[in-house]
């Protein structure tokens, strides 16, 4: 009974699957029911007829009408829309964006003060110990009071340096914004060292303040304290008694065989004695005034001159330097300052000079000659080869 119950069902779903196929073929708005939906309906309402024949209920066959009905339910149910729209995929997430706070101003200060520069004295200036210094400095007013007669500069710790306790800062008026130089007389200790002062300002209420943010930080002068140099003794007039290169055409010169005329000749060999001048010596130093005696161009080679009589006083000294032009190299000979007094020639002193960047300095007291009529010589003579022995005297004198 129940197998031909089923067979009518599919029977019905069979008639209704070939009549939904062909009801209303141009109306697409309406949904085709598929053969799956349909026999879906069918297996279901199989399956409740069997259930209400297990039960002893009844059994009422389904129309192909209500069959229909079923499968349509089904294919709503499942059935997806086709035109609901997408959500953009594009939109911008919106960002918290913080509201900037509302500034406050903030209040300026009365009295405040910026440094802008040391004037006067930077730090670690070296002073002479006792010496009296005037420190300044210079200072900005950016605080929102002006300044006046009233404000004072006031010591406030560390070394005072012999500082006033206080005193004025102007005679007039600072606004704010602008600068002034602030000095203070000071003495730097008698004990040599390190120092330092610092300082700041008095408004006319009494109230101190400096520089800073805050108004509490001090300015300051520091110094080293030193020896005082010793000031060098004065270098005493001498009177110049006998000039050895004005003298020079006067004196007899010669080398070892025959005199030589004074100046500059043509032909050297034989020697030369002349008056030159900016001469580089051989120390690199150039000399404004020298005596040139180049001896004879030969091995051993000489020159001399035989100065006019002069006669010693008390406080006379020969003075000049010796040494060799910047262009000695190889050079070697020997300086010997003579006098002939009578029939005696005596050698007063003989230096050996060779090219080695040095001069020597001559000082010669003639305290032992004093009262005594003499002929000095200057004499030059070759260690060898003559290469290089330009042999010089700078400014040849005698002077008390």
């Known amino acids: 009974m129940i197998a031909k119950r089923a067979l009518y069902i599919l029977f019905l779903a069979g008639t209704l699957l070939l009549l939904t196929a062909c009801n209303f073929p141009g109306n697409t708005s309406q949904p085709t029911l598929s053969p799956d939906l349909i026999y879906t309906a069918a297996a279901q309402t199989l399956t409740s007829q069997q259930t209400q024949a297990a039960q002893g209920t009844p059994i009422i066959l389904p129309s192909a009408t209500s069959l229909a009905a079923t499968a349509t339910s089904t294919l709503a149910a499942s059935a997806v829309p086709t035109n ?210 180049y001896p004879q161009l030969i091995n051993n080679g000489m020159i001399l001159g035989l100065y006019p009589a002069y006669t010693i006083q008390t406080g006379d000294h020969l003075r000049t330097k010796i040494g060799l032009r910047v262009d000695c190299t190889g050079g070697n000979t020997t300086f010997q300052v003579r006098y002939v007094e009578g029939q005696s020639e005596v050698t007063v002193g003989e230096w050996i000079e060779k090219c080695e960047g040095g001069l020597s300095s001559l000082d010669i007291n003639l305290a032992n000659l004093v009262g005594h009529t003499v002929k000095f010589e ?22 008390r």
Do not use: H
């Open 84 to 293: 609901t729209p997408l959500p953009p995929t594009n939109t911008p997430v919106p960002t918290n964006t913080p509201i900037p706070p509302t500034a406050t101003a903030t209040p300026i200060p009365c009295d405040r003060a910026s440094f802008v520069s040391d004037i006067t004295i930077p730090d670690n200036t070296q002073i002479a110990a006792g010496t009296t210094f005037v420190k300044t400095w210079r200072l900005k007013n950016n605080g929102s009071c002006t300044w006046t007669s009233g404000y004072a500069l006031v010591f406030y710790s560390g070394d005072a340096m012999s500082g006033p306790a206080s005193s004025p800062i102007t005679n007039g008026t600072v606004p704010p914004g602008s600068t002034i130089d602030i000095s203070a007389t000071l003495i730097a200790p008698t004990t040599p060292g390190t120092y330092k002062g610092n300082w700041r300002i008095r408004n006319a209420g009494g109230a101190l303040f400096g520089i800073g943010i805050s108004a509490d930080e001090s300015f300051w002068v520091q110094i080293k304290s030193v020896n005082p140099t010793p000031t060098p003794s004065p270098t005493p007039a001498y009177t110049l008694s006998f000039d050895f290169i004005a003298k020079g055409p006067d004196a007899t010169w010669r080398n070892a065989t025959t005199q030589i005329a004074w100046g500059d000749p043509y032909d050297d060999t034989p020697g030369v004695a002349v008056n030159v001048a900016n001469v580089k010596m051989e120390d690199g130093n150039t000399y404004p005034s020298l005596l040139a005696t």
């Open 378 to 399: 200057l004499v030059v003579m070759a260690n060898g080869s003559p290469d290089g022995a330009r042999s010089l005297w700078i400014a040849p004198r005698i002077e």
